[in-house]
């Protein structure tokens, strides 16, 4: 995922899915390969990244303002 820390959209290559997930674990956005977390609060978020293969991983990604 880049960039990370981001300010604004963070692009995620070969990812079939992605979803943003806040530190209480809701989600606050949905992607393909791309999501913007331009309107977010400052703070560390989780993208939930399924690829093109269908595998899951976690990714922790940082919002500054």
């Known amino acids: 995922a880049y960039p990370n820390p981001t300010t604004g959209i963070v692009t995620f290559d070969g990812a079939k899915s992605v979803e943003i997930y806040n530190i209480v674990n809701q989600k606050v956005a949905e992607g393909e390969d791309s999501v913007s977390l331009e309107s ?3 703070g560390i978020y ?9 595998d899951l ?3 922790k990604i940082v919002k500054k303002e």
């Open 57 to 59: 991983m976690i990714m």
């Open 46 to 54: 989780y993208a939930r990244v399924t690829d093109t293969l269908g």
């Open 40 to 42: 977010m609060k400052s």
